[in-house]
Nanobody, 114 residues
Framework: VQLQASGGGLAQAGGSLRLSCASS????????MGWYRQAPGKPRELVAA???????RYDDSVQGRFTISRDSNKNTLDLEMNSLKPEDTAVYYC?????????WGQGTQVTVSS
């Protein structure tokens, strides 16, 4: 399984970015998919996740601002990020779980300026 993240970049506070994670396998075949982020000097943390049924969960810090979704046409896991804050600055990683195997994409940098 290969996961390819894209869409990171520089945004101003209050702005928006959309991340996409392209999968080499059918995204609906994964039991779980998620977006994580890691800021310098901090551990990697869960941002948002979706399970096979479509149920989602969000970290409290992004609830109401970020939306995770799966695009069946593009076979991607997307993360719509609105009302960005400087503290959202981090490297963002997509993750997928299938049959007890955990897969990670390469990170994509998101930088939010104040």
């Amino acid at each position: 399984v290969q996961l390819q993240a894209s869409g990171g970049g520089l945004a101003q506070a209050g702005g928006s970015l959309r991340l996409s994670c392209a999968s080499s396998q059918n995204i609906f075949g994964f039991a779980y998919m998620g977006w994580y982020r890691q800021a310098p000097g901090k551990p990697r943390e869960l941002v948002a996740a979706v399970i096979r049924s479509g149920r989602t969960r969000y970290d409290d810090s992004v609830q109401g601002r970020f939306t995770i979704s799966r695009d069946s046409n593009k076979n991607t896991l997307d993360l719509e990020m609105n009302s960005l804050k400087p503290e959202d600055t981090a490297v963002y990683y997509c993750n997928a779980l299938r049959e007890a195997l955990n897969y990670w994409g390469q990170g994509t940098q998101v930088t939010v300026s104040s």
